[in-house]
């Protein structure tokens, strides 16, 4: 289940609560989306393999919202919930080092070194092999995953991955890069450097499920996005592995008509994204 | 000049009394970068065009760093200096959209619209041109400025962006997409949308500044990069204008010889790099 938090969305007592509390502030907003996203996560846990934060909807509400951010983090440790955090950062060398350990841990604190509850991130390949470098050694080190864009979900991705360089697309030579880091993998096979896959393409998912059989693949897409259930067997491998399905507004606002009763509603929707998903593998 | 702080390098006066007041937090962090940049700012303030902060080194450090981050950009204002945060977000639209008001205004914050104090930002152009519209447009609305990596100044670069399709490089297919948003000038006859090119690339420059004379560059990779500043002069226009050339480590932190005296080290070093740049014009 992906968190994608939008204030606008949000039911209107939680809101108000926050409002009444802090003022029409970034620290209201930040209140509002951490309260909302516990009620989510409890009420979500039991039917969720995974929470997916999408780091944009956090930082729109500056120092407070990155709270609620790393907040909403450890509050779904608590329920045992691993996490991604959806950030698709990239940079040259140092600069990624530096994203690597903010998210994965490793940040040097006056001599101290500080760990983060983060399992996974997702990183950009644009600016090629050294820039992807610092975070496989970081997600090494600690023992963390990467999921780096290989085709991603929206209708536009093809402008540039799409693209055919020496009879291979783009997201082809992104995935050649991925390739060189797939020799250790964990007792069901799976290394810890995955690829991100938009479920809006099942053909291409066959395609990069052939190539690389060690990844595990991040699927964003389906719900709001439109990616079609049906087609999501093609994101995994025949032991019935290899992929986490990801679905955000599909599930978290699905309450729309029934604010009332949020929690249930939503605790229903990922219970039926679930269904959805184990019936069509 | 770019601020990229890293704590370990700062000034043990300051690092010690955030220390002191604060323990080995990331308040204190938080505390000692922001301290410090206020310090690097009031030197380097008639030596300098623009500063540029690099968001990775304020992440690293959580919301204490996220508020440095934004109160070093407050003071940046204060001293009428022009402010780029450097944090190559690319992402789906709805995505995209967040991140644009977040750094260059329009968050709704319980009815209410925030601006920011950010005059452009770099922008990740890998998952094409439906991500970087909502950036354009929200620059356009607020009076802003986006520079795209085009060319970056990592030695890797090439990986990605000078693989060749339908007899042009990757970085040619970004140009053509700021292309569309060349239309519109201001009175020297530069548009809003900007491209990064790394001072390492000279040749790829004066590529570049052929197919996109309206646009601004952003290059990056003089001083600690080991860009060549003989061939700076092949990222401007005939005019003199139409690139920002940024220094970071090689200025902000060039005191480590002299730490007693680092705001008139730094100061010489934004000067020196000015004249540098200026004279090889």
Sequence with gaps: VGLDPRLH???????????????????????????????????????????????????????AGVTAFW???????????????????????????????AYLGGVDLFGKTQTTDIDAITVNPFLGADSLEPFFSTAKKQQKGIFVLVKTSNPGSGDIQDLKSNQQTISDHVADMLDDH?????????????????????????????????????????????????????FFNKDGLGAIVSSSR??????????????KVISEAARDTKILINGNL
């Design 182 to 234: 797939q020799d250790q993998v964990d007792e069901h096979g799976y290394s810890n450097i995955g690829a991100v896959i938009g479920a809006t393409y099942p053909e291409t998912a066959q395609h990069f499920r052939k190539k690389l059989p060690q990844a595990i693949f991040l699927v964003p897409g389906i719900g709001a996005q439109g990616g079609d259930p049906s087609m999501i067997k093609h």
């Design 71 to 101: 907040e909403t983090i450890k509050y779904a440790k608590s329920l045992d919930l691993p996490v991604i955090a959806d950030i698709k950062r990239g940079d040259i060398g140092s600069t990624a080092t530096a994203y690597a350990h």
């Design 9 to 63: 969305l949000l039911p209107k007592k939680i809101l108000t609560t926050a409002q009444q509390q802090l003022g029409s502030t970034q620290a209201a907003a930040g209140l509002a989306i951490l309260e909302f996203n516990k009620q989510v996560l409890d009420a979500i846990a039991q039917h969720t393999a995974v929470v997916k934060l999408q780091s944009a909807f956090f930082e729109q509400y500056g120092p």
């Design 250 to 263: 599909g599930v978290v606002f699905s309450y729309q008509e029934n604010e009332k009763q949020f929690k």
